[in-house]
């Protein structure tokens, strides 16, 4: 990783009340960024025991390993903002998924496809937009940092389902899922995207909240569901649920 | 703002071709036979449960 800007000019420049806020929601970025690492963790064990691509596994464990590191850096932001150091919040307790009437198997593969596919997929695409609304020379760097791991944590889920070692019968329960994966996080993000400041903070990585949550939309119209159809999954039924959608 | 078919190709594509060798060509069909067969199948989905409720089947996210 490069070395991050010592100092932004755009953070010393805002406003108080702003920096305040921002403060707040690095923090509490941070903590999530813990709690998806353990999630992580939790996922490339579960892999493993899929005997999941060799590939896949390394990439899971970089990806679990990779989390806590981004929590510095939100961290680091939340320090910058505040003025302030910043504590490392508590490990909050994280449980995955039940799918409730999933096997054994299928459930691990829907943590996957759930973790992997979908969320960090949709990061991705949230990540490119603050980015994209990022001024300052930390704010941007970071953002940059983090998007670039996104990027890699996307791929074990696309790595696996790619993968022959994920068989006919378990393709076919992923694609029956998908609708049910895809509202459940989508919703995930929506009700996050609307704890953030609805009109955001200009030039701080934080769009309006309208704008973030059509690009969580955007991102499973047009890389989500085309991308579970080009690893070889069935994306029917994803593609009528997301016709069937109320526009935003 | 990189387009969405820069991120599908960044993650899905050169994501699939780590394990399956799909390459670069996003039109190219894979040619697993599990693949195939998955393409073929029809089969119902799974009710999605409203409100909260659907919310159990939710990941941890990074926001």
Known sequence: MKALPERDPTIDALAPESRSRLATIWAQRAESELAAGVAFAAVARELRELDADPVVLELADQAAADEPRHAELCLRLAAAYAGAPAATPPPRAVTLPEHAGAGDALRKHLHAAGMCCINESIACAFIEVCLDDAAGPLVRAIHREHLSDEIEHARVGWAHFASPRVDAATRREVARWLPRLLSANLENWRSRIAWLPADGIAGHALPPSARCFEAARAAVRDVIIPGFAHVGIDAAHAAAWFASLRPQ | ?63
């Not at chain 2, 993650?11 to 693949?35: F, H, Q």
């Open chain 2, 1 to 63: 703002m990189p387009s969405a078919k820069q991120l599908f190709h960044a993650i899905v594509i050169v994501g699939a071709a780590l394990t399956a060798g799909c390459g670069d060509d996003e039109s190219k069909p894979s040619t697993d036979a599990g693949m195939a067969d998955a393409s073929r199948v029809i089969d119902a989905a799974l009710p999605i449960d409203g409100g909260a409720d659907a919310r159990v089947d939710a990941m941890v996210i990074i926001l």
